[in-house]
Structures are given as structure tokens and as C-alpha cells.
């Protein structure tokens, strides 16, 4: 991410290189075992409640939006200088909501799995990857907040991991939260 963003200032080459780099450390170690758990452990009891957390991030982030002062006057050139423009920027959304949560679940909760029911390290490195993401966004006091929140999540799917013994419950509310985030940026951008 941060060679792609910040360096290249590719969001295509970030995205590629960040799941090229999942796709290598998976097929180290038990490539068939993580791929099995992405379509296993959907849970009926939490589904719906873990489709509304999911969503809730694009809610989120259309209430506060205008408070941290995102509009399309700004996002717009930074867009632009990933190369998120033309017919590049929807394939862009529709590759990062349907593809990137599958990616980020069969590695931050499949191959860096713990069963620790309390916060751990990886739910905190998890959000601060995102940090790479929102610095070209957000002001400081924003970015804490989307740690904390993001933090949360990261802790939120593990615990669905750990219940139910898969992936499919964390990857469908991470394709509702990435799905609604996209929607508003999209929204916002336009």
C-alpha cells in the first residue's frame, strides 16, 4: 500500500500488489485449508446483524463526511492522481468491494488467525493498514477515530471467525462494509 499509493500513486498497483503479496504468504502454508474456511462458517443467527455492522460503515461515513470535510472537491483530485478516473474508477469499486474482502478476511483472520477473545495485535495492525489508505483523506483526529473504529471491526470478525469456525460470516459484513464505503465515496466523488 504504501509503495502503490504514495510512491507510484496507483490505487490498481497498490491493490494488486497488496493481494499478490496475500496470494504468496497463503500458498506457503496450507493454501487449501483457507481457501476451504472462506465458504464456511456462515452463521443464521448473526448474519443479519453482521450485514447491518457492515453497512454501517458507509452510513458512518456519510453522516461524518462533511464534518471531516470530505466532498467531491476534494476527493476528486486525489482520485485522480491514483488513476481512479473514467471507466477505471467504477472497475476499481467494483473490484475493491467484491474482491478485497475476501482477500483481507482468508489473511488477517484466516492465516493470522487467534482464538483470543480479548483485542490483539493483529486487530490494531490491521487498522493501521487502512491508516496508509485514509492519510490521503483525512485529517489526524479523523484517522485516530477510523483506527479505533476499524480496530473494532478487525476484533468484531475475528470473533465471528473464532465462533463459528470460518470465514463466510466476516467476509459477507466486510463485502457490506467495503460495498457502502464504495457507494459513498462513489456518491461523493461524483
Avoid: C
Amino acid at each position: 500500500m504504501l509503495l502503490g499509493l504514495h510512491l507510484w500513486h496507483s490505487a490498481w498497483l497498490s491493490f494488486l500488489l497488496y493481494h499478490g503479496a496475500i496470494l504468496v504468504v497463503l500458498a506457503r502454508k496450507n493454501p487449501h485449508q483457507h481457501a476451504r474456511r472462506l465458504v464456511q462458517g456462515w452463521d443464521n443467527r448473526i448474519g443479519g446483524g453482521a450485514i447491518v455492522f457492515g453497512l454501517a460503515g458507509g452510513v458512518l461515513l456519510k453522516v461524518l463526511a462533511p464534518r471531516a470535510g470530505i466532498d467531491g472537491a476534494m476527493i476528486r483530485p486525489i482520485l485522480g492522481t491514483l488513476g481512479l478516473h473514467g471507466i477505471g474508477w467504477p472497475l476499481f469499486l467494483a473490484y475493491h468491494t467484491v474482491a478485497n474482502p475476501w482477500f483481507e478476511e482468508v489473511f488477517w483472520r484466516g492465516r493470522l488467525a487467534d482464538d483470543s477473545r480479548r483485542p490483539v495485535l493483529n486487530d490494531f495492525l490491521f487498522a493501521g493498514y487502512h491508516v496508509l489508505v485514509l492519510m490521503l483523506f483525512l485529517d489526524w483526529p479523523w484517522i485516530v477515530l477510523a483506527f479505533g473504529i476499524l480496530s473494532v471491526a478487525g476484533w468484531l470478525w475475528r470473533q465471528m471467525r473464532r465462533e463459528n469456525g470460518g470465514l463466510l460470516t466476516p467476509v459477507i459484513s466486510h463485502l457490506a462494509a467495503d460495498g457502502s464505503i464504495m457507494v459513498v465515496v462513489y456518491l461523493l466523488a461524483r
